[in-house]
């Protein structure tokens, strides 16, 4: 059973940084898979952050988060991350990461998209 494990969420204060981790099971490669991260804020459906590409380099970012967050990948960690800076009220949220094979696509905000999913983990901004 494949397992994907985000960490790094908390409680924060308005224009403060996090940085969320996203780790995969014993024997899941994540340098195989493109790597999304989503978010669900309380009452709101989920929406696709930012996406990874496997092995073409390709990255996408949602706009209302460009140049805030940053999605990296370690693929030696088996782990992806999500560096978010200036953070707001609005960023409020639970964030998930999600894997799906091959690479980032102009549709990398689909959820159906991907394959296996993270917990989630909790994100609260506020003074």
């Known amino acids: 059973q494949v397992q994907l494990v985000e960490s790094g969420g908390g409680l924060v204060q308005p224009g403060g940084s996090l940085r969320l981790s996203c780790g995969a099971s014993s024997g899941f490669g994540l340098g195989y898979y493109a790597i999304g991260w989503f978010r669900q804020a309380p009452g709101k459906g989920r929406e696709g952050i930012s996406c990874i590409s496997s092995t073409d380099g390709k990255i996408y970012v949602v706009d209302s988060v460009k140049g805030r967050f940053t999605i990296s990948r370690d693929n030696a960690k088996n782990t992806a991350y999500l560096h978010m800076n200036s953070l707001k009220l609005e960023d409020t949220a639970i964030y998930y990461c999600?894997?799906?094979?091959?690479?980032?696509?102009?549709?990398?905000?689909?959820?159906?998209?991907?394959?296996?999913w993270g917990q989630g983990t909790q994100v609260t901004v506020s003074s």
């Open positions: 999600a894997a799906k094979q091959g690479e980032c696509y102009d549709d990398y905000d689909v959820s159906d998209n991907y394959h296996f």
